[in-house]
Protein backbone atom coordinates (compact mmCIF):
# COMPACT_ATOMS: atom_id res chain seq x y z
CA UNK A 1 0.00 0.00 0.00
CA UNK A 2 0.97 3.50 -1.14
CA UNK A 3 1.92 5.96 1.88
CA UNK A 4 1.52 8.61 -0.85
CA UNK A 5 -0.48 11.55 0.66
CA UNK A 6 -0.16 13.77 -2.24
CA UNK A 7 1.23 13.88 -5.90
CA UNK A 8 1.35 16.23 -8.22
CA UNK A 9 2.65 15.62 -11.86
CA UNK A 10 3.59 17.99 -14.28
CA UNK A 11 1.15 21.09 -13.46
CA UNK A 12 0.98 23.90 -15.13
CA UNK A 13 -1.64 26.67 -13.68
CA UNK A 14 -2.10 30.28 -14.80
CA UNK A 15 -4.16 32.93 -13.51
CA UNK A 16 -5.94 35.15 -16.28
CA UNK A 17 -3.41 35.32 -18.75
CA UNK A 18 -0.15 34.21 -17.33
CA UNK A 19 1.74 31.21 -16.02
CA UNK A 20 2.44 30.97 -12.98
CA UNK A 21 3.45 26.93 -12.00
CA UNK A 22 5.17 25.39 -15.12
CA UNK A 23 5.96 21.36 -14.97
CA UNK A 24 5.64 21.27 -11.32
CA UNK A 25 6.11 17.92 -9.56
CA UNK A 26 6.02 16.95 -5.94
CA UNK A 27 5.13 13.94 -3.58
CA UNK A 28 4.53 14.47 0.09
CA UNK A 29 4.07 11.36 1.94
CA UNK A 30 2.06 10.94 4.94
CA UNK A 31 3.55 12.14 8.07
CA UNK A 32 6.25 14.54 6.02
CA UNK A 33 6.57 18.02 6.88
CA UNK A 34 7.72 19.91 3.25
CA UNK A 35 8.48 23.60 3.34
CA UNK A 36 8.55 25.61 -0.20
CA UNK A 37 10.50 28.46 -0.17
CA UNK A 38 10.84 31.23 -2.71
CA UNK A 39 10.59 35.29 -3.47
CA UNK A 40 7.70 36.68 -3.89
CA UNK A 41 5.25 35.78 -6.88
CA UNK A 42 7.57 32.86 -6.98
CA UNK A 43 3.79 30.96 -7.23
CA UNK A 44 4.04 29.63 -3.60
CA UNK A 45 0.31 30.96 -2.77
CA UNK A 46 -0.58 29.90 -6.41
CA UNK A 47 0.64 26.22 -5.10
CA UNK A 48 -1.39 26.46 -2.20
CA UNK A 49 -4.83 27.78 -4.07
CA UNK A 50 -4.16 25.15 -7.08
CA UNK A 51 -4.11 21.92 -4.60
CA UNK A 52 -7.08 23.27 -2.38
CA UNK A 53 -9.36 24.34 -5.71
CA UNK A 54 -9.53 28.01 -6.11
CA UNK A 55 -11.41 28.69 -9.12
CA UNK A 56 -8.99 31.89 -9.95
CA UNK A 57 -6.24 29.19 -11.30
CA UNK A 58 -6.33 26.93 -14.23
CA UNK A 59 -4.77 24.08 -14.72
CA UNK A 60 -3.58 23.83 -18.26
CA UNK A 61 -2.15 20.45 -17.99
CA UNK A 62 -1.09 17.86 -15.49
CA UNK A 63 -3.13 16.24 -12.36
CA UNK A 64 -3.35 16.34 -8.60
CA UNK A 65 -3.45 12.85 -6.90
CA UNK A 66 -4.87 12.77 -3.09
CA UNK A 67 -4.69 9.31 -1.30
CA UNK A 68 -4.57 8.22 -4.94
CA UNK A 69 -7.42 9.79 -6.79
CA UNK A 70 -7.24 12.27 -8.99
CA UNK A 71 -8.68 15.35 -7.99
CA UNK A 72 -7.76 18.23 -10.51
CA UNK A 73 -11.18 19.11 -11.21
CA UNK A 74 -12.79 18.59 -7.63
CA UNK A 75 -14.39 21.85 -6.01
CA UNK A 76 -12.54 22.91 -3.19
CA UNK A 77 -15.30 21.93 -1.07
CA UNK A 78 -14.90 18.09 -1.88
CA UNK A 79 -11.15 18.30 -1.13
CA UNK A 80 -12.23 20.09 1.68
CA UNK A 81 -14.31 16.91 2.56
CA UNK A 82 -11.45 14.54 1.69
CA UNK A 83 -9.16 16.24 3.95
CA UNK A 84 -7.58 19.26 2.42
CA UNK A 85 -6.93 21.91 4.47
CA UNK A 86 -5.48 25.68 3.62
CA UNK A 87 -4.61 28.19 6.05
CA UNK A 88 -4.53 31.58 4.46
CA UNK A 89 -2.03 34.78 4.13
CA UNK A 90 -4.42 37.35 4.46
CA UNK A 91 -7.22 35.77 6.54
CA UNK A 92 -11.07 36.75 5.10
CA UNK A 93 -13.28 38.55 7.50
CA UNK A 94 -16.81 37.01 7.70
CA UNK A 95 -19.15 39.72 9.47
CA UNK A 96 -22.20 37.98 10.91
CA UNK A 97 -21.03 34.52 11.47
CA UNK A 98 -19.00 34.41 14.92
CA UNK A 99 -16.14 31.87 15.10
CA UNK A 100 -17.68 29.69 16.77
CA UNK A 101 -20.87 29.13 14.58
CA UNK A 102 -18.37 28.84 12.27
CA UNK A 103 -16.45 26.48 13.03
CA UNK A 104 -18.80 24.25 14.10
CA UNK A 105 -20.78 24.63 10.62
CA UNK A 106 -17.43 23.45 9.42
CA UNK A 107 -16.89 20.81 11.33
CA UNK A 108 -20.02 19.29 10.63
CA UNK A 109 -19.51 19.95 6.75
CA UNK A 110 -16.13 18.40 6.67
CA UNK A 111 -17.29 15.18 8.75
CA UNK A 112 -20.95 15.00 7.22
CA UNK A 113 -21.77 14.23 11.18
CA UNK A 114 -23.79 15.71 13.63
CA UNK A 115 -21.82 18.13 16.30
CA UNK A 116 -22.57 17.32 19.59
CA UNK A 117 -23.22 21.05 21.27
CA UNK A 118 -21.49 20.49 24.60
CA UNK A 119 -18.61 18.37 23.43
CA UNK A 120 -17.92 20.83 20.70
CA UNK A 121 -17.78 23.83 22.73
CA UNK A 122 -15.63 21.76 25.29
CA UNK A 123 -12.81 20.93 22.81
CA UNK A 124 -13.59 24.64 21.42
CA UNK A 125 -11.57 25.99 24.61
CA UNK A 126 -9.57 23.53 25.47
CA UNK A 127 -8.18 24.14 22.30
CA UNK A 128 -8.61 27.99 22.18
CA UNK A 129 -6.23 27.88 25.62
CA UNK A 130 -3.72 26.30 23.99
CA UNK A 131 -3.37 28.77 21.61
CA UNK A 132 -3.98 31.59 24.35
CA UNK A 133 -6.36 32.84 22.76
CA UNK A 134 -9.65 34.97 24.59
CA UNK A 135 -12.37 32.90 25.14
CA UNK A 136 -14.47 35.74 24.05
CA UNK A 137 -13.15 35.57 20.35
CA UNK A 138 -15.41 32.78 20.13
CA UNK A 139 -18.50 34.70 19.98
CA UNK A 140 -17.15 37.41 17.88
CA UNK A 141 -17.62 37.89 13.77
CA UNK A 142 -15.11 35.32 12.26
CA UNK A 143 -11.60 37.85 11.73
CA UNK A 144 -13.75 40.76 12.08
CA UNK A 145 -11.83 43.32 14.45
CA UNK A 146 -8.79 40.67 14.53
CA UNK A 147 -5.71 41.64 15.36
CA UNK A 148 -2.87 40.03 12.90
CA UNK A 149 -1.91 37.54 15.12
CA UNK A 150 -5.07 36.56 16.45
CA UNK A 151 -6.23 36.15 12.71
CA UNK A 152 -3.30 33.58 12.13
CA UNK A 153 -4.55 32.26 15.62
CA UNK A 154 -7.87 31.27 14.44
CA UNK A 155 -6.93 30.05 11.44
CA UNK A 156 -4.76 27.61 13.50
CA UNK A 157 -7.35 26.87 15.17
CA UNK A 158 -9.32 26.03 12.52
CA UNK A 159 -7.00 23.75 11.67
CA UNK A 160 -6.47 22.14 14.81
CA UNK A 161 -10.23 21.32 15.20
CA UNK A 162 -11.38 19.91 11.49
CA UNK A 163 -8.09 17.74 11.81
CA UNK A 164 -7.31 17.40 8.24
CA UNK A 165 -5.20 15.00 6.66
CA UNK A 166 -2.97 17.63 4.38
CA UNK A 167 -2.59 21.15 6.34
CA UNK A 168 -1.03 23.67 4.00
CA UNK A 169 -0.28 26.89 5.61
CA UNK A 170 0.48 30.14 3.64
CA UNK A 171 3.12 32.42 6.04
CA UNK A 172 1.55 31.10 8.77
CA UNK A 173 4.40 33.70 10.55
CA UNK A 174 3.77 36.55 8.12
CA UNK A 175 3.31 39.82 10.51
CA UNK A 176 3.40 38.31 13.66
CA UNK A 177 5.31 39.59 17.02
CA UNK A 178 7.64 36.52 18.48
CA UNK A 179 4.83 36.08 20.95
CA UNK A 180 2.38 34.96 18.37
CA UNK A 181 4.74 32.90 16.38
CA UNK A 182 5.82 30.59 19.19
CA UNK A 183 1.82 30.34 19.94
CA UNK A 184 1.21 29.50 16.69
CA UNK A 185 4.07 27.08 15.94
CA UNK A 186 3.30 25.44 19.09
CA UNK A 187 -0.21 25.30 17.27
CA UNK A 188 1.13 23.85 14.30
CA UNK A 189 3.23 20.97 16.54
CA UNK A 190 0.07 19.96 18.57
CA UNK A 191 -1.40 19.82 14.91
CA UNK A 192 2.06 17.22 13.48
CA UNK A 193 1.32 15.24 16.74
CA UNK A 194 -1.29 14.35 15.48
CA UNK A 195 -0.25 12.99 12.00
CA UNK A 196 0.12 9.05 11.50
CA UNK A 197 3.83 8.46 10.30
CA UNK A 198 4.60 5.60 8.30
Do not use: C, W
Not at 82 to 98: D, M, R, Y
Not at 189 to 196: D, R, Y
Request: no cysteine.
Amino acid sequence: MSNKLLEINNLQVQAEDKIILNNLNLTVNQGEVHVIMGPNGAGKSTLGYTIMGHPGFKVNHGNIYFEGEDITEEKADVRAKKGIFLSFQNPQELPGVTLENFLRTAQTSVTGKPIRVMAFKKDLSKTMETLNMDKDYSTRYLNVGFSGGEKKKSEILQMLLLNPKLAILDETDSGLDVDAVKIVSKGVETFKKKIPSL
